[in-house]
Protein backbone atom coordinates (compact mmCIF):
# COMPACT_ATOMS: atom_id res chain seq x y z
CA UNK A 1 0.00 0.00 0.00
CA UNK A 2 1.37 3.53 -0.80
CA UNK A 3 0.38 6.56 1.30
CA UNK A 4 1.63 10.05 0.75
CA UNK A 5 4.06 11.78 2.90
CA UNK A 6 3.67 14.74 1.40
CA UNK A 7 5.16 17.27 -1.51
CA UNK A 8 8.39 17.62 -1.94
CA UNK A 9 8.58 20.70 -4.66
CA UNK A 10 6.01 22.37 -7.01
CA UNK A 11 6.23 24.01 -10.05
CA UNK A 12 3.86 26.70 -11.33
CA UNK A 13 3.05 27.02 -15.54
CA UNK A 14 1.42 29.33 -17.76
CA UNK A 15 -0.19 27.57 -20.69
CA UNK A 16 2.27 24.54 -19.84
CA UNK A 17 5.21 26.50 -21.04
CA UNK A 18 5.80 29.37 -19.21
CA UNK A 19 7.28 28.61 -15.29
CA UNK A 20 5.90 31.36 -12.96
CA UNK A 21 7.73 32.87 -9.88
CA UNK A 22 8.16 30.95 -6.72
CA UNK A 23 4.56 30.62 -5.51
CA UNK A 24 2.41 28.57 -2.63
CA UNK A 25 -0.81 27.55 -4.65
CA UNK A 26 -4.54 27.06 -2.55
CA UNK A 27 -6.11 24.61 -5.13
CA UNK A 28 -9.91 25.51 -5.44
CA UNK A 29 -12.38 23.62 -3.65
CA UNK A 30 -15.00 21.73 -4.74
CA UNK A 31 -18.41 22.26 -3.47
CA UNK A 32 -21.39 21.17 -4.56
CA UNK A 33 -24.70 23.37 -5.02
CA UNK A 34 -27.54 22.21 -2.88
CA UNK A 35 -30.66 22.55 -2.50
CA UNK A 36 -33.01 22.39 1.05
CA UNK A 37 -35.78 19.74 1.09
CA UNK A 38 -38.60 20.32 3.55
CA UNK A 39 -42.16 19.21 4.37
CA UNK A 40 -44.08 15.74 4.63
CA UNK A 41 -42.68 12.90 4.82
CA UNK A 42 -39.11 14.63 5.99
CA UNK A 43 -38.05 14.91 9.36
CA UNK A 44 -36.71 18.55 9.04
CA UNK A 45 -34.69 19.99 6.25
CA UNK A 46 -32.65 17.66 4.04
CA UNK A 47 -29.99 19.11 2.01
CA UNK A 48 -29.77 17.42 -1.25
CA UNK A 49 -26.39 18.02 -3.44
CA UNK A 50 -27.01 18.55 -7.10
CA UNK A 51 -25.09 15.99 -9.41
CA UNK A 52 -22.31 17.75 -10.56
CA UNK A 53 -23.37 20.96 -9.72
CA UNK A 54 -20.25 23.38 -8.38
CA UNK A 55 -20.46 26.20 -6.30
CA UNK A 56 -17.91 28.79 -7.70
CA UNK A 57 -14.18 27.75 -7.34
CA UNK A 58 -11.44 30.11 -6.58
CA UNK A 59 -7.46 29.31 -6.47
CA UNK A 60 -5.25 31.66 -4.46
CA UNK A 61 -1.58 32.10 -5.66
CA UNK A 62 0.92 33.37 -2.83
CA UNK A 63 3.92 35.07 -4.32
CA UNK A 64 7.19 36.80 -2.76
CA UNK A 65 7.58 39.79 -4.61
CA UNK A 66 4.61 41.79 -6.33
CA UNK A 67 6.45 42.06 -9.65
CA UNK A 68 6.77 39.34 -12.52
CA UNK A 69 4.73 36.62 -12.87
CA UNK A 70 2.26 38.03 -9.94
CA UNK A 71 1.60 41.04 -12.28
CA UNK A 72 1.31 38.92 -15.95
CA UNK A 73 -1.15 37.14 -14.44
CA UNK A 74 -3.31 40.10 -13.30
CA UNK A 75 -4.21 40.66 -17.22
CA UNK A 76 -7.89 40.25 -17.14
CA UNK A 77 -8.08 37.52 -20.25
CA UNK A 78 -7.68 33.71 -19.07
CA UNK A 79 -5.00 32.07 -18.10
CA UNK A 80 -4.35 28.49 -18.03
CA UNK A 81 -2.28 27.17 -15.08
CA UNK A 82 -0.54 23.93 -14.04
CA UNK A 83 0.74 22.93 -11.23
CA UNK A 84 3.25 20.26 -11.25
CA UNK A 85 3.94 18.50 -7.83
CA UNK A 86 6.58 15.87 -6.82
CA UNK A 87 4.79 13.82 -4.26
CA UNK A 88 6.54 11.12 -2.12
CA UNK A 89 4.89 8.22 -1.07
CA UNK A 90 5.68 5.41 1.65
CA UNK A 91 4.90 1.95 0.20
CA UNK A 92 4.45 -0.12 3.31
CA UNK A 93 5.05 -3.02 1.79
CA UNK A 94 8.13 -2.56 0.01
CA UNK A 95 9.01 -0.42 2.82
CA UNK A 96 10.49 2.15 0.29
CA UNK A 97 9.90 5.43 -0.81
CA UNK A 98 8.52 6.92 -3.82
CA UNK A 99 7.21 9.94 -5.91
CA UNK A 100 3.96 10.54 -7.58
CA UNK A 101 3.70 12.80 -10.33
CA UNK A 102 0.91 15.48 -9.69
CA UNK A 103 -0.59 17.78 -12.14
CA UNK A 104 -3.25 20.28 -11.45
CA UNK A 105 -4.80 21.81 -14.50
CA UNK A 106 -6.73 25.32 -13.96
CA UNK A 107 -8.13 27.61 -16.47
CA UNK A 108 -8.58 31.05 -14.33
CA UNK A 109 -9.19 34.70 -14.83
CA UNK A 110 -7.87 37.27 -12.20
CA UNK A 111 -10.07 38.43 -9.42
CA UNK A 112 -8.20 40.04 -6.82
CA UNK A 113 -4.49 41.19 -6.56
CA UNK A 114 -3.06 42.03 -3.29
CA UNK A 115 0.96 43.44 -3.27
CA UNK A 116 1.49 42.89 0.81
CA UNK A 117 3.05 44.81 2.73
CA UNK A 118 6.49 46.33 3.32
CA UNK A 119 8.86 45.82 6.13
CA UNK A 120 12.52 45.54 6.58
CA UNK A 121 13.84 42.30 5.94
CA UNK A 122 10.60 40.42 4.90
CA UNK A 123 9.44 39.57 1.53
CA UNK A 124 5.98 41.53 0.64
CA UNK A 125 3.66 38.22 0.56
CA UNK A 126 1.60 39.07 -2.22
CA UNK A 127 -1.70 36.94 -3.03
CA UNK A 128 -3.68 36.45 -6.01
CA UNK A 129 -6.94 35.07 -6.28
CA UNK A 130 -8.62 33.67 -8.96
CA UNK A 131 -12.09 32.59 -10.45
CA UNK A 132 -11.32 29.11 -11.68
CA UNK A 133 -13.83 27.66 -14.68
CA UNK A 134 -12.18 24.32 -15.59
CA UNK A 135 -10.17 22.37 -12.73
CA UNK A 136 -8.52 18.92 -13.78
CA UNK A 137 -6.42 16.40 -11.17
CA UNK A 138 -3.86 13.71 -12.11
CA UNK A 139 -1.91 11.48 -10.57
CA UNK A 140 1.07 9.33 -12.73
CA UNK A 141 -0.64 11.08 -15.86
CA UNK A 142 -4.01 9.43 -14.64
CA UNK A 143 -6.94 11.88 -14.50
CA UNK A 144 -8.39 11.89 -11.03
CA UNK A 145 -11.24 14.44 -12.09
CA UNK A 146 -12.43 16.94 -14.45
CA UNK A 147 -14.82 19.80 -13.78
CA UNK A 148 -15.46 21.98 -17.08
CA UNK A 149 -18.09 24.47 -16.11
CA UNK A 150 -18.67 25.99 -19.36
CA UNK A 151 -18.56 22.99 -21.29
CA UNK A 152 -20.76 21.00 -19.08
CA UNK A 153 -18.54 18.08 -17.76
CA UNK A 154 -18.07 16.63 -14.71
CA UNK A 155 -15.73 13.02 -14.38
CA UNK A 156 -14.46 11.42 -11.36
CA UNK A 157 -12.48 8.50 -11.78
CA UNK A 158 -13.50 8.35 -15.14
CA UNK A 159 -17.68 8.47 -14.97
CA UNK A 160 -18.95 11.36 -16.56
CA UNK A 161 -21.58 12.34 -14.15
CA UNK A 162 -22.64 15.08 -16.51
CA UNK A 163 -23.41 12.66 -19.45
CA UNK A 164 -27.29 12.21 -18.86
CA UNK A 165 -28.11 15.34 -17.92
CA UNK A 166 -26.32 16.67 -21.55
CA UNK A 167 -28.65 13.36 -23.17
CA UNK A 168 -31.51 14.86 -21.85
CA UNK A 169 -30.92 18.49 -22.93
CA UNK A 170 -30.73 16.75 -26.45
CA UNK A 171 -26.63 17.59 -26.75
Not at 35 to 63: C, H, K, Q, R, S
Request: with cysteine.
Amino acid sequence: MQQSAGSIQLKLYEDGINLCGTAKVTLPSIAYVCTTLTGAGLMGNLEVPYIGMIDNMTMDVEWDSPTGDAVKLLTPRKHQLDLRVAEEYWDTQETDVGIWPDKFVTIVRPKSFDPGSIAPMAAPGSKSQFVAYYFAGYRSGEQLWEIDKRNQKFVVNGVDYWADVRKALGE
